[in-house]
């Protein structure tokens, strides 16, 4: 978990030092930056298009919209919006390719669940929060790109949400969610993903995140 986290921190760092220490001719960055902002917006869309959903169901949370209606609002923005595929597959570890084909796929439909149903019930009420995106990414090396966000409350601190975004053939997907800027969810899930299915395999581990989506489903108002 901590190499992971390390090791993205230490890119950001490094990115962020680069860029602040080039020196380019003038009309070599007036040529690119139009190129640049081009991809950037590429990359960030799917990122605006999630913060602009948890904003509505938010509001349909403090309306009294039911939480399996909400679950169905969301649902397909999270599949927009995340490669559930790579994040499961990453979190699962080496054991994946062992699995038999309907093994990853019940883990896949549970994985998809859980995600959409802890996203409903941790943006369930709407108190004037609003949610930052910065305009530019930074890449952190394989071709990934890190989108930087926030989230702004009414009054006090906000927290950081940063996205670890990469290409594939659907476009840009997050692989990653770094919360406060460096804590990996993918790390954090591994070490309990691992710890389930050595215990009971892929049975083990699919019950335990559809208890945890039934959970938060009945823990949602």
């Excluded at 679950?71 to 699962?92: G, N």
């Excluded at 890449?139 to 996205?163: A, C, F, K, T």
Aim: a neutral charge.
């Amino acid at each position: 978990m901590l190499t992971v986290r390390c090791r993205r921190r230490g890119l950001l760092e490094a990115a962020a030092a680069f860029v602040c220490s080039a020196a380019l001719p003038v009309c070599v960055i007036g040529a690119a930056q139009p190129a640049r902002a081009e991809e950037d917006q590429a990359i960030i869309q799917p990122i605006q298009q999630l913060v602009d959903g948890l904003v509505e169901i938010m509001k349909a949370g403090s309306a009294g919209t039911p939480v399996s209606q909400r679950f169905e609002m969301f649902a397909p923005i999270i599949d927009r919006t995340f490669d559930l595929r790579i994040i499961l597959e990453e979190s699962v570890g080496a054991t994946w390719p062992t699995l038999a084909p309907e093994q990853q796929q019940m883990l896949a439909q549970a994985f998809r669940r859980y995600t959409v149903a802890s996203y409903v019930n941790s943006f369930d009420q709407y108190k004037g929060q609003r949610f930052g995106v910065q305009p530019e990414t930074r890449p952190v090396g394989n071709g990934e790109q890190v989108v930087l966000s926030r989230i702004i409350p009414r009054s006090g601190d906000g927290h950081e949400l940063d996205y670890v975004m990469r290409q594939g053939a659907e476009g840009w997907r997050a692989v990653d969610v770094l919360a406060d800027g460096s804590v990996s969810r993918v790390a954090v899930q591994r070490s309990d993903f691992r710890r389930l299915l050595t215990r009971g395999g892929a049975e083990a581990l699919a019950e335990s995140l559809q208890t945890k989506s039934a959970t938060l489903a009945g823990g949602s108002s």
